[in-house]
Structure formats: C-alpha cells, structure tokens
C-alpha cells in the first residue's frame, strides 16, 4: 500500500505579511464590446483570494487572457473588465498593474492587486525559467 501524497494546502500556510502570487484561470468569455459574458472563473478565485487576505497576505493576482501576441499587448487583451468584476465580487479597489515583470508597484498586506494579462510577457507560454525568477 502506498503511502498518501501530502500536499500543502493554503489554508495550512502562514501568510500574515507575506506576498501571494496567484496565477489564476480568468480567461472569461467576453461580447463584442469587451463585457464579460460568464463570470464563473473569476467567481471561482475569490475564495483563494479572500482567504489570503484575511489571513494577512499582500495578495498578487494575474491570468491569461485571449491569445494575445507574446510581448504585444493590445486594448482588447487587457485584463481591465475583470479587475473591475473582481472588485465588485471582493467589494474593494482591485487596481490593474501594468507592465509588472520587473516591478516598480506596491501592495500592502491585507491588499489585492491584479496584474495585467501574463501572457504579455515574452516567455510565458513556455514556462521560461529566467521570467519564472522575475516574476518570484
């Protein structure tokens, strides 16, 4: 008989002035003019993310969107209409952080910010290694 695999589960960790980043599944369906059709993905984050924020995190969210162009991204693979969904879901400011790779913003513990679409950043899709040390 094999032995269980133990995973860490969120709940068990320690976040209180840690930073989260969470690379979750927001790729939502949208109309013509960019509104959201079906918001079940961004409804199914807001558990992880208000847990982390109750627990004290300074919480670092970001997503892929559409099938933007590595490094080239357009008004319409912006992830502005689902910070704004998520605000309303969390009832606080989630802002949009742009070209984030490299940082230059802030978030506070007990704070969420939402980073522009991931898959901006050249590397991304193939899981580069010198991005993955970046964005940690």
Known sequence: MSAAMQFKRLADLDL?????FIRADMNVPQDDRGA?????????S??????CLKAGAAV????????PTEGDLQ????????????AEL??????????????GF?????EVVLLENCRGNKGEKKNDEALARKMA
């Open 90 to 103: 969390l009832g606080r400011k989630v802002p949009l952080i742009g070209k984030w790779v490299d940082g």
């Open 36 to 44: 959201i059709t079906d918001d079940t993905r961004i409804r199914a």
């Open 60 to 67: 670092m969210v970001t997503s892929h969107l559409g099938r």
């Open 46 to 51: 807001v558990p992880a993310i208000e847990h």
């Open 106 to 110: 802030t978030v506070a513990p007990g």
């Open 16 to 20: 209180a002035g840690k930073r989260v």
């Open 75 to 86: 008004p319409a693979d912006s992830l502005a209409p689902v910070a704004a969904r998520l």
